[in-house]
């Protein structure tokens, strides 16, 4: 399994939330473990979950580094690369960005001028 460096078609999944998951809108064809594979600082990182088939291909993003811009390829448990087709486009690579939500509350005082 050599990730990133066959990439023929990469569809962009925009910015993901570190403390979230990641649904590649995509359901399972085979039962069992399923990979999620990448590389940071030239560590290769692989992140598992298991599905049943038809089940959508979530996995758990919160063990990624935030701010990060991630190339990653999809194994099904027999090894075989996952494919996404999309607007009659079959995208072998996925990317995205791992970011940190924050919510901000900000009050708003009205100087009435008096």
Not at 64 to 87: C, F, M, S, W
């Amino acid at each position: 399994m050599s990730c990133n460096c066959c990439c023929i078609n990469v569809l962009n999944f925009c910015k993901q939330s570190i403390c979230g998951e990641i649904d590649f809108d995509v359901k399972a064809q085979v039962a069992g473990v399923h990979k999620l594979v990448t590389y940071f600082l030239n560590n290769q990182i692989t992140i598992t979950a298991e599905f049943e088939i038809d089940d959508n291909l979530v996995f758990d993003l919160d063990g990624l580094n935030e701010n990060h811009k991630y190339t990653v390829e999809l194994y099904d448990p027999n090894g075989a690369r996952i494919k996404i087709r999309k607007d009659d486009v079959d995208y072998d690579c996925f990317k995205f960005q791992t970011v940190i939500n924050k919510t901000i509350e900000i009050e708003s005082t009205v100087d009435s001028g008096s």
